[in-house]
């Protein structure tokens, strides 16, 4: 996993820069026809996870910790309470 | 105090808006993005003492700026030796006004330049070409941006910002009054097409400009690096060559070379030698048959030298390579031109606000997401990610950044470090975010931060937090 912009409210202030990445980002994760992601840092995964949701797109987002943990059984980023 | 610092905010967003939107930027920039970074790598890979190289070029490069006095005074020295001139410039104009006078001495009617960032930086064509001066540039990117009447967009890939088209059209324009009157469309027909052009410019010219890449204290040499020979034709050809450099171009010896030469072309272009590197030491001498009569070197501070000794000294070991333009995120959507002044990228973002003033530059140290791409690539190891995260504690310090964001800051800095205080704030917010969209996962829209919500959902955070489900003894 590369780089996306969210790091330290960068979205935020340059929401126009963000939104280009994070679309790039996710035409390439819907490239590698994936269906789980991982990452270790939280802003990247919001931005990600809420991108896709965006999309539509049912790639899955977890933090490599909750892999760890054994809790890929629960909802992943964006999927609420309830894992279906 | 604020209003320019606002009306510059709002021109780097403009700026970034339009090249978000420009259609050819975009299709340039998508094309380039791979190749420089696989290139790269493939260098990096086949080399596996590279990291090792990286830390003897960072090495060399701190052990200049350590001593770089008695080495500028050692290269001034071997340079005169040489036959050739040394001239100082404290800032651009100073550099302009030696150069233009140079070649006003040498009744130069036209000048052909090689590469040169230092003479972007110094603003030269534009006051040659007030003196009446034809000035041309002979790298090819650098003479599309000349024709497209634009400034460089990368340091090493002037005009990356061009599509094919785009160049097909500018040579159409510019080259059908020379008598090329078809349109071009193949790229080794463009470089042809360029080639026969400069050739007739390199013979006429009276005066070469080129950059260096390095200045060697032992010899009093300058080295040029360069893909299309346009830099030996600029400098050999003409009766004067000017040689201009920035001061923290010296390095110690052509041993010292033979360690920074690996590492710089792997990094730029994933080559593992450019296809010319040159070292001039002075004009003609008695035994050449060829060569430039007069040789000079100007050498530039414009700000250097305030850099050495404090936090921002580790940028003074870069050797404009671009690595970190080619990996950055940032860069490579909003291309080179958004940064608003001559060096873009990661490199630029540290060193405009150091070279050309901290108020007008106060966006580009936060258009960053503090990935550390540069920071990996960089061949001399400049820290470049914690540069900018230095040059953003000192915009906050000196009140660069908005009133409301300090406040904000401030608060929040106050509000973290009392934990216990901070979970029962955020907890209020954290349950409605919950509350409103835990069924569905994500919230759509969120008042006040609409910039995130606008292209993409927020999911909504967990029933409980992680902290409250630890401290209730729950272990996964």
Known sequence: MSVVASEDFFSVKYPDISARMVQDKCADIADTKADTILGGDLGCLLNIAGRLRREGRSTRVFHVAEVLAGMTDGPAIGEGDDPQ | ?476
Request: hydrophobic share 35%; proline share 5%; net charge neutral.
């Open chain 2, 1 to 476: 105090m604020n209003a320019p610092v606002s009306s510059q905010r709002v021109e780097f967003k403009a700026r970034v808006r339009n090249a978000l939107s420009d259609v050819n930027l975009q299709r340039a920039m998508a094309k380039a993005r791979g190749g420089f970074v696989d290139k790269r790598r493939e260098a990096r890979d086949a080399l596996p003492e590279f990291d090792a190289i990286r830390d003897a070029a960072r090495d060399i490069k701190d052990h200049v700026l350590a001593n770089l006095d008695s080495y500028l005074e050692l290269y001034e020295q071997k340079v005169r030796e040489n036959g050739g001139h040394v001239h100082w410039a404290r800032d651009a104009d100073e550099a302009c006004q030696i150069i233009a006078d140079i070649c006003k001495q040498a009744g130069a009617r036209t000048v052909t330049k090689g590469k040169s960032m230092v003479s972007e930086e110094m603003y030269l064509n534009p006051v040659l070409e007030a003196s009446g001066i034809k000035v041309v540039e002979t790298d090819l990117g650098e003479y599309i941006v000349q024709l497209a009447g634009e400034t460089p967009s990368h340091i090493i890939a002037p005009a990356v910002h061009k599509t094919r088209e785009q160049i097909t059209e500018l040579f159409h324009q510019h080259h059908s009054p020379l008598g090329y009157t078809d349109r071009v469309t193949q790229r080794e027909a463009l470089v042809n097409e360029a080639r026969s052009v400069l050739r007739e410019r390199f013979v006429s010219a009276d005066v070469g400009i080129t950059g260096a890449n390095f200045l060697i204290a032992e010899t009093g040499s300058n080295v040029i690096v360069t893909n299309e020979g346009n830099g030996d034709l600029t400098s050999s050809l003409p009766k004067v060559h000017i040689v201009t450099a920035g001061i923290e171009k010296v390095i110690p010896s052509l041993e010292d070379l033979s360690v920074l030469l690996r590492v710089l072309a792997r990094s730029a272009t994933g080559q593992e030698f450019s296809a010319y590197t040159s070292i001039y030491s002075g004009p003609r001498r008695s035994q050449d048959g060829e060569g430039p009569e007069e040789y000079h070197v100007v050498l530039l501070d414009n700000g250097r030298s305030t850099m050495l000794g404090g936090v921002y000294q580790p940028m003074l070991r870069c050797i404009r390579c671009g690595a970190c333009l080619n990996h950055c995120p940032v860069y490579s959507a909003i291309g080179g031109h958004s940064y608003g002044w001559i060096y873009p990228g990661p490199m630029g973002s540290v060193l405009t606000p150091l070279l050309n003033g901290f108020d007008d530059s106060v966006d580009l140290p936060n258009a960053c997401t503090l990935n550390g791409r540069c920071k990996e690539v960089c061949p001399v190891r400049i820290p470049l990610s914690d540069l900018l995260l230095e040059h953003r504690l000192e915009q906050h310090q000196r009140k660069l950044t908005s009133p409301l964001g300090r406040k904000i800051l401030g608060a929040w800095a106050w509000l973290a470090k009392r934990p216990r205080l901070y979970q029962g704030v955020m907890a209020l917010p954290l349950w409605v975010a919950y509350r409103l969209g835990h069924q569905s996962g994500v919230l759509r829209r969120l008042p006040g931060l609409s910039g995130w919500t606008e292209s993409r959902d927020f999911p909504t955070p967990a029933r409980r937090s992680f902290m409250r489900q630890w401290q209730s003894g729950h272990r996964p």
